[in-house]
């Protein structure tokens, strides 16, 4: 089945400065991939959500990329501030809907002044 | 947007006893899932539903039941709970299997 692998799993970023987070998976049909924030003591919030036929998409300071010929999914944290201190996970599905969400392991970023 | 709730929000026990979490969202969704979330091991699928009546068996399902009573409510049952079930579990609720899911804020069970 799909496996996600996230890197890095720890991410220090300086206020003001970027910060990058990729997942590679596995299954060329993956057809759905979304980015999840948790913020602390708290469930999983969606962040953004691609299709396979989206190469890029940005919003309100987060670029989403897509390579599907490297199978990687990453996540652009632009001009990080500290309320983007949080826990990150991947997420991603097949075209069919009939298997579920398979999720990274999550990236923690920590943005200081 | 769309809601989800779950009860209690903590909850400690001792090895053996018999804890009940429960979850409820309003999105008239079809499919609830129950995942456990545990240092290094990311989320974990432990067991979901796509409608009342219904129960499908997630990746780590031992050791847990769940039942769906209603297309609202979700819960799960841990009849002789042991440490090795300590741990943050989430409900989430989705309109289709691979769609978008929406958690809950969470219960953080310990388990002496």
């Known amino acids: 089945g799909e496996q996600v692998e996230q890197r890095p799993p720890h991410l220090s970023v300086r206020e003001g400065d970027s910060a990058i987070i990729i997942c590679t998976y596995t299954?060329?049909?993956?057809?759905?991939f979304s980015w999840y924030k948790q913020e602390a003591g708290a469930g999983l919030q969606l962040l953004m959500s691609?299709?396979?036929?989206?190469d890029r998409k940005e919003e309100q300071g987060l670029t989403v990329l897509l390579n599907k010929k490297d199978k990687q999914l990453s996540l652009n944290l632009t001009a990080a501030h500290p309320g983007d201190s949080a826990v990150y996970f991947c997420?991603?599905?097949?075209?069919?809907?009939?298997?579920?969400?398979?999720f990274g392991l999550g990236t923690r970023v920590s943005v200081f002044p | 947007e769309a809601a989800v709730t779950q009860s209690p929000r903590n909850k400690v026990t001792v090895t053996g006893g018999n804890v009940t979490l429960s979850c409820r969202q309003t999105?008239?969704?079809?499919?609830m899932y129950w995942y456990r979330q545990d240092t290094g091991h990311g989320l974990r699928l432990i067991h979901y539903?796509?409608?009342?009546?219904?129960?499908q068996i997630g990746d780590v399902p031992d050791g847990y039941k769940a039942t769906r009573t209603t297309q609202e409510d979700f819960f799960l049952l841990l009849e002789l709970a042991s440490p090795s079930q300590t741990s943050l579990y989430f409900c989430?609720?989705?309109?289709?299997?691979?769609?978008?899911?929406?958690f809950g804020p969470g219960t953080r069970l310990l388990v002496l």
């Open positions: 299954d060329s049909a993956t057809a759905y």
């Open positions: 997420a991603v599905s097949g075209n069919n809907y009939a298997q579920g969400l398979t």
């Open positions: 999105n008239s969704h079809n499919y």
């Open positions: 691609v299709l396979s036929n989206v």
């Open positions: 989430a609720s989705s309109g289709h299997r691979g769609d978008t899911q929406y």
């Open positions: 539903s796509y409608g009342a009546g219904n129960l």
